[in-house]
Structures are given as structure tokens and as C-alpha cells.
């Protein structure tokens, strides 16, 4: 899969011009999204290929970015293919530095895969397409972003701050068996697979599903049904912002 989401990427923005707004990532161009997605790439390929044990971070990692906006849609494509080398030549039950709770590179291969994802569709977006989302990617990827908020501690800050005690946010998707169960609290939030009685729902495909919790789409957006307090939703979305 990640192979094929760096292809998508890679497709959108061959010839596009840099300088076009992303309007999805406020204030950046495709030049600065590329570069972004490039430099992220570039990194998952080096922790992994070296197991690392501490922390590196993308600015750690040599990028050789080119000189001029023109041809980094070229350097994007030319780390692909060292990563998928290294992500299919690994271990993926190996032990190494991760930022959220599953310390393997597993993680890695994971969450290498659904910035792939988002960011194909901030790029798709940007050049006047319609993203598409398969329903299993889509529900995949809710389960990882709430998994990784948690390792997040201004995150779970900010979730504080909304100040509701056992309020229920809950997400259906109509494209697949899947419902997630966020419960709020003073202490932040917890999650879980079901459908109890929520406080507010949204319901959607499970693709859009995974662009509105990233920020991608809005709950006012007629992909979604929404039940109950919408400004609950509005407030947990917003929180919930990495």
C-alpha cells in the first residue's frame, strides 16, 4: 500500500506547478508540501535501515533537496524506491525508537503509509480533484491516528480543555464494519471500537471519515451525517489537531 500511495502522490504533482496553494494545509504551497512529505520519507527510510534507537528527526537526516521548486516532484520520486526497499527488506517485529506505544518498525511502515495517504489527498485536493479513499485503508487509519494521539501530550492537553466529562464522540462508517467510541474526560479521552449511544455522531465513508478527523474535510461537508451536538464534534475535531 505504501507503494502504491507514493505513486498517487508522486502522479499528482508530476508537472504541477509549486507554487499552486494547498488549501487543506493553510499557508503552504505544493512546493512546501513535497518538501514536507519528502523530507518524512527520507527519514522513516534511514530509522529504519538503521534500526534506530533514539530519536531522529527529518531535519537529522541528509535530503539533498534540490535548488530549484521545479524539480522536487523528480526528488520525491527518487526516494521512493530506497524506502520501499528498506520497508520490504526489514523486519518488521524488530525492536527500535518509535514515538508512539508499538516500539517496532512496524510502526514506521504504518505510519509512513498514512502520511502517504493524507498527503496525496492534500495534493489531489490542491489541483481541483476529488480524493478517493479505499473503505479498508480508511478505517485503518482511524484506528491509527487515535492510537497515535494518545502519544501526543499537548494533544491530550488540548482535550482537556473542552471540559467534558464522559461526553461520547462517535464515528460510523457507512462503507464498512467499523465504529470508533471516543469518550471525554477530565483527564483527556479514551477510544474504542462500538456504537453506544454517543453524544454526537458522524457518519460517512470510511475514507472521508479519515480526512475529517486529519482536518481535510469538515463535519459541515455533505459527505457526513451528523447527529446530535455538532458543536461537541466541531470542538473534538479541533482538539484534536496535531
Known amino acids: ?27 503552504w504551497t505544493l512546493a512546501d508540501l513535497i518538501e514536507h512529505h519528502g523530507r518524512s520519507e527520507r527519514r522513516v527510510e534511514y530509522v529504519v535501515r538503521n534500526l534506530s534507537q533514539e530519536p531522529v528527526w527529518s531535519k537529522d537526516v ?11 516532484a523528480e526528488w520525491f520520486a527518487a526516494g521512493v524506491q530506497p524506502l520501499l526497499q528498506t520497508l520490504r527488506a526489514a523486519d518488521h517485529e524488530a525492536p527500535m525508537w518509535t514515538r508512539g506505544e508499538d516500539k517496532h518498525v512496524s510502526y514506521w511502515a504504518r505510519r509512513i503509509l498514512y502520511e502517504a495517504v493524507v498527503h496525496r489527498a492534500d495534493a489531489e485536493f490542491a489541483l481541483g480533484l476529488d480524493p478517493v479513499i479505499d473503505a479498508r485503508t480508511g478505517a485503518d487509519g482511524v484506528d491509527e491516528f487515535l492510537t497515535n494521539l494518545l502519544d501526543f501530550p499537548w494533544v491530550v492537553d ?8 464522559g461526553q461520547t464522540v462517535h464515528l460510523h462508517a457507512t462503507d464498512h464494519d467499523a465504529d470508533w467510541l471516543i469518550t471525554l474526560g477530565r483527564e483527556g479521552f479514551t477510544w474504542r471500537r462500538g456504537t453506544d449511544g454517543a453524544t454526537v455522531s458522524a457518519e460517512g465513508a ?35 489537531e496535531l
Open 1 to 27: 500500500m505504501v507503494a502504491v500511495e507514493a505513486a498517487g502522490f508522486a502522479a499528482a504533482i508530476k508537472g504541477a506547478d509549486p507554487a499552486t496553494p494547498v488549501p487543506t494545509c493553510p499557508g
Open 62 to 72: 541528509p535530503a539533498d533537496l534540490p535548488d530549484e521548486q521545479v524539480a522536487y
Open 158 to 165: 488540548q482535550q482537556r480543555e473542552l471540559n467534558s466529562d
Open 206 to 240: 470510511a475514507g472521508d471519515l479519515l480526512l475529517l478527523v486529519y482536518g481535510r474535510l469538515k463535519p459541515t461537508d455533505n459527505r457526513f451525517r451528523i447527529i446530535g451536538d455538532s458543536q461537541l464534534l466541531a470542538d473534538w475535531l479541533e482538539k484534536s
